[in-house]
């Protein structure tokens, strides 16, 4: 049952801080993310399909790396209680494709009990799809809905504005001069990722995308070896207002 799965105790990578962090192979990423297939002359721009973590996912694609999704929720359930953790580095919710394999993100979602795991999703919100993430949601995994531009997030809020969410902004939001919070053309209050803007902020010490409670959406400016094309992307129909 379910994806094949890297898990890593501790990471180190600067931005999340030496929290657990998971990757999950790419069989479980949506045919309509915008991001695999959104481009300049046909190059995605995924951050996971370049640099260092591409070929980590190939190896994990092929199963030559990671465990089986049984093994993986075993080590989600042996985390100290009250533990802050990100799944999901990389992949998408347990189901290949668009759909939620139910049983899979039960099994995780029950392993999370007693402790604090967040993730995002670019999985279509059918009603299914939607009911799945909301039950995981309320029950201490918090999944955040991933937009692309603020005219995403206006989008999602009209129909929902119970659930998390975050948003990719354009690379000018990364900058120290660059403004802490911004509005939807509705006026959704988007605050960049303090990791991002605070030194010596990480993940561990932020803790604000497993708050399903947060009233603000969390924004990414474009980052990894495809941000310039990434930035067009978010910039070129975000039609942002300071």
Known sequence: MGPQV?????????KTGPMAVSVT????????????????GGTNICYSLHGPMRFTWNKL????????????????????????????????LPGVGDAIDAAALEMLVKANEGRRGFTFTHK???AENFDLIRAATLRGFTINVSCDTLHEVDYFKMVDATLPAVTMLPLAYGKAEAPKTL?????????V??????????????GLCQNANRKVVIGFPAHGTARMRADKHAGGFAQIQK
């Open 25 to 40: 192979e790419s069989t479980t990423c949506p045919s309509n993310c915008k991001l695999r297939r959104a481009s300049e």
């Open 193 to 206: 990722c303090p990791a991002v803007r605070v030194e010596g902020k990480t993940c561990l010490t932020c």
């Open 124 to 126: 279509p919100l059918t």
């Open 61 to 92: 694609d092929r199963h030559e790396i990671g465990m089986p999704w049984e093994s993986f929720c075993a080590k989600v359930a042996a985390l100290p209680a009250g533990s802050l953790w990100r799944h999901n580095v990389s992949g998408d």
């Open 183 to 191: 509005k939807t053309r509705s006026g959704h209050v988007v605050m």
């Open 6 to 14: 890297i898990f890593t105790p501790k990471s180190e990578n600067v």
